[in-house]
Structures are given as structure tokens and as C-alpha cells.
């Protein structure tokens, strides 16, 4: 009953900007890590960027500060900015969260949006 839908992904040219926007809902009491990760076909997912409830974040080695993530905890938002966007960043683009249901700790994924950098 806890669903992530991410928006924001497109089409931009390299050196450009976009933001990814991820809203969790249904019944899920608390949430502990929200963030983002990345997939191309024929390759692992991995990580983009997450951040705690407290404020601790960690970023894959290819965001370079490229990229920041943002939370908004009370209304179960996570926020990705991507600035300088390369060709190397298209990628089909999954929110993230860890939390509880119930007493339950669980995973959850988002169904992704699509990001292409390209001329």
C-alpha cells in the first residue's frame, strides 16, 4: 500500500539541469532513508544519492557535485537536483526509501523516470 512516483525526468542537452521530484504515500509510519538511484540497460543499478531523516547524505563517485538531494519529511518528498548533466547520465532514474509499515522495515522502490542528456 506504499507507493513512490517519481516526476521530472526528460529530455535536456549536456551542460543542462533538470529535477526529479519522488512523493511517498499510503501507510508507511516512518521513513528513514529517501533518495535515488540510476539504471542503464545492461548495467547494475546504482547509487545516485540518499539522505537520512537526521541530514546525513552519501553520493555516487560519478555526481562529483554535480547533484543534490533534498527531503521535505513532512510531506514525504525527496527532490533530486542535477546541474552540468552529461551524456553519461542517461538513465532510468528509481526513487528509493526505507522505512517502516506498521512494525515492519521495509524497501521500497519507485517505478522510475527516464533522463536523457543529449544533443
Known amino acids: 500500500q506504499v507507493q513512490l512516483v517519481e516526476s521530472g525526468g526528460g529530455l535536456v542537452q549536456p551542460g543542462g539541469s533538470l529535477r526529479l521530484s519522488c512523493a511517498a504515500s499510503?501507510?508507511?509510519?516512518?521513513?528513514?532513508?529517501m533518495g535515488w538511484y540510476r539504471q542503464v540497460p545492461g548495467k547494475q543499478r546504482e547509487l545516485v544519492a540518499i539522505?537520512?531523516?537526521?541530514?546525513?547524505?552519501n553520493y555516487g563517485d560519478f555526481v562529483k557535485g554535480r547533484f543534490s538531494v533534498s527531503r521535505d519529511n513532512e510531506k514525504k518528498m525527496v527532490y533530486l537536483q542535477m546541474n552540468s548533466l552529461e551524456p553519461e547520465d542517461t538513465a532510468e532514474y528509481y526513487c528509493?526509501?526505507?522505512?517502516?509499515?506498521?512494525?515492519?522495515?521495509?524497501?521500497?522502490w519507485g517505478q522510475g523516470t527516464h533522463v536523457t542528456v543529449s544533443s
Open positions: 528509493y526509501v526505507e522505512g517502516y509499515s506498521g512494525s515492519a522495515f521495509n524497501r521500497y
Open positions: 499510503g501507510n508507511i509510519f516512518s521513513i528513514y532513508i
Open positions: 539522505k537520512t531523516t537526521s541530514g546525513s547524505t
